[in-house]
């Protein structure tokens, strides 16, 4: 029944739709298919059941080190200029994806052109435009004016310019943009990247809430009592997606991706597994890089498959690459390696570790650089974790004292290290 990717029939001449989407600060613990005891996520978790749950999925802790990251394929010392900003100079899973002939539509949070001060910080370089990084049309949070992005958002819309929708959730906008999107062009091959606002602080009402109506957008409320709403409001429009796709005829055609670019802000603690959690944002622990990863491909992908391989932000691109059937890019032009065969249960070349430079350039956070796999972690000053035992990384280990196997998986890191070296 679930077939190879080359002997499926496509009515888009083996180019099947992709959808991305990704929350915005959402670590594994907030879905119920990774074993959330707070919230219930039905239609991520049918997405799960129906297709792949990758359990070893990795960012970075930062939204634009991961954003960049992820639309680029490489690693951020090779090209994250400063934050809010995507280098204009770079090309990006929309370029490619647009010359492979795909429709290319975003929505959602933008925040990459930057303002002034994150121009000067970055030495005068700019940001880019969706325009710019390839899109199509676009409906986008946080361009170059910021305004709201839940209740009354300012939204800017390609061709139509910067509008405020009083009265109106911003996530809400955002999706039915998507489904008119996916209605005009549903007989061409279509990429649709979805970085949601939700579930990033402000925590506030969702319009399943009474309260909505008479809340002042203005207002300064941020409380994490709304983290949960804001939760499952995210798991409903993901469900309106894949619904819209269903009711288009193109749902067998549509291979579906769900990741979250960092882990969940610290204010929120969360039950994981009967265990509290609290979110690590911007730290780089696993609270802060570990996040859910879904792919569901009707037909394609076989139902309750799980993938323990590591995939971090790098691997998108070269995968997308692939699924459109374009060829591979050198390494010099990206870091990733593609997932592509995994999603069918094959395990041929898989990672050994993953590799992170984190250079925030934002708040007080520390830049580190590290490797890990699943089990170890070690950083460029030295330290070094053993993350079964010690995943919030409380107790570094003294290298001198592990065994010759465990020195040999430092050897092995150091080297890495050493390769992406500035």
Not at 10 to 15: A, C, H, R, V
Not at 59 to 75: A, E, I, N, W
Not at 238 to 247: A, F, H, L, M, S
Request: glycine share 10%; aromatic share 12%; charged share 20%.
């Amino acid at each position: 029944m679930y077939s190879s990717y080359g002997s499926a029939q496509s009515k888009n001449e083996g180019q099947p739709n992709i959808i991305l989407i990704m929350a915005d600060d959402l670590g594994q613990e907030a879905l119920s298919v990774y074993g959330s005891n707070s919230y219930t996520t039905p239609n991520l978790d049918r997405l799960a059941n129906e297709g792949m749950r990758f359990d070893q999925c990795y960012s970075t802790p930062l939204c634009t080190p991961s954003r960049v990251q992820l639309m680029t394929g490489k690693y951020n010392h090779r090209n994250y200029i400063g934050f809010g900003l995507l280098d204009s100079s770079e090309k990006t899973f929309g370029h490619y994806m647009k010359a492979a002939g795909y429709k290319t539509f975003i929505a959602g949070k933008w925040q990459l052109l930057g303002n002034a001060h994150q121009q000067k910080l970055a030495g005068g370089k700019v940001g880019s435009t969706p325009e710019q990084a390839g899109f199509d049309a676009y409906c986008l949070w946080q361009i170059d004016e910021r305004g709201t992005r839940y209740k009354d958002p300012l939204l800017s819309i390609g061709g139509k310019g910067t509008i405020q929708f009083p009265g109106r959730y911003g996530p809400d906008i955002f999706v039915e943009h998507i489904e008119t999107f996916m209605e005009k062009n549903k007989d061409d091959p279509m990429f649709i990247y979805y970085p949601m606002v939700l579930t990033h602080d402000p925590f506030v009402p969702t319009p399943d809430n009474p309260e909505f109506r008479s809340f002042d957008a203005t207002s300064k409320v941020n409380d994490t009592a709304y983290f949960g709403e804001m939760v499952h409001y995210m798991d409903k429009l993901i469900g309106n997606i894949v619904q819209k796709t269903e009711e288009l005829g193109i749902r067998e055609n549509t291979l579906i991706l769900f990741i979250g670019d960092n882990g969940t802000d610290r204010d929120v603690t969360s039950i994981v597994n009967g265990s509290p959690l609290q979110g690590d944002k911007g730290h780089t622990t696993n609270a802060g890089t570990h996040v859910p990863f879904i792919a569901n491909w009707q037909g394609k992908i076989k139902p309750g498959s799980s993938n323990s391989n590591l995939i971090d932000f790098t691997d998108f691109l070269p995968t997308l690459l692939q699924v459109s059937r374009q060829q591979p890019l050198p390494k010099s032009k990206a870091d990733g390696h593609s997932f592509y065969d995994q999603l069918f249960g094959k395990n041929e070349n898989t990672r050994e570790w993953i590799f992170c430079h984190y250079q925030p350039f934002w708040g007080k956070f520390e830049p580190r650089r590290y490797v890990q796999n699943k089990g170890w972690k070690l950083y460029g000053n030295g330290e070094f974790y053993n993350l079964a035992k010690d995943s919030l990384e409380k107790k570094p280990l003294h290298v001198k004292e592990q065994s010759i196997e465990i020195q040999a998986i430092v050897t092995q890191f150091q080297s890495v290290l050493n390769q992406y070296a500035k």
